[in-house]
């Protein structure tokens, strides 16, 4: 079965410094996955996802296969990242997402 | 624009009461579109999706159930509530390609007393 594991519920950081939110997985296959975020008293939408490469409000998380591992960085924390965080994966197709169970980010000023 | 309603946004049942939890979707033909639960302390579990009419499938084993009557209706029931119902439900849909981009509806509270 897959499984997400999130180990911290929270994190906290002053501003300016580097956030690092921890994401490790298992699942019998080449999973797809992804970060999504809900920013308070918005719903949750998605913020990257690992095969766009991209990086999404300075935003980056390499996938690991070996340590089967996706954190999510970056550099310079900013208070409007203060929101829940959450790492999903998917088998691909229509398949529903198997999500951790998230972490609290607050960017103290 | 695709939009997600959900209603209602929160409700108190007592325990043996019925539950019907509503979800429609515009600006889309023929979306997947699923049920998560969140319940206290615990991550976004999925609950039933559905590929189109009438197509459901189950991921746990639940005291409810899920419909779709319509092509951008999804409906979340249950004939007695337990306590343990209680939660955040969340509706979501997507289509195949980006795989895995859900849009999240704005959820319904639900609280079994």
């Known amino acids: 079965a897959q499984r997400v594991t999130q180990p911290e519920k929270l994190l906290s950081v002053f501003k300016g410094a580097p956030v690092e939110l921890k994401c490790n997985y298992s699942y019998s296959g080449s999973p797809e996955l992804f970060w999504y975020v809900q920013y308070s008293r918005q719903r949750l939408q998605l913020l990257l996802r690992?095969?766009s490469r991209e990086s999404i409000k300075g935003f980056t998380a390499d996938l690991n296969k070996g340590e089967t591992s996706f954190h999510l960085k970056k550099p310079f924390a900013q208070e409007e990242d203060s929101a829940m965080y959450y790492c999903?994966?998917?088998?691909?197709?229509?398949?529903?997402?198997?999500f951790g169970k998230g972490t609290h980010l607050i960017i103290q000023p | 624009s695709q939009t997600i309603h959900q209603w209602p946004a929160t409700l108190v049942q007592p325990v043996g009461s019925p539950l019907s939890l509503e979800c429609t979707v515009e600006g889309t033909s023929n979306p997947n579109l699923y049920w998560y639960r969140q319940a206290a302390g615990r991550g976004l579990q999925l609950l039933f999706y559905?590929?189109?009419?009438?197509?459901i499938s189950s991921e746990v084993p639940q005291n409810l159930s899920a419909s779709r009557p319509q092509d951008r209706q999804f409906i979340l029931s249950s004939k007695k509530l337990l306590l343990s119902d209680s939660g955040f439900y969340l509706c979501?849909?997507?289509?195949?390609?980006?795989?895995?981009?859900?849009?999240f509806g704005p959820g319904t509270r639900l609280t079994v007393t």
């Open positions: 999903a994966i998917s088998g691909g197709g229509a398949d529903g997402l198997t």
């Open positions: 559905s590929v189109g009419i009438g197509q």
């Open positions: 979501a849909w997507s289509v195949l390609e980006p795989a895995g981009e859900q849009y």
């Open positions: 690992h095969i």
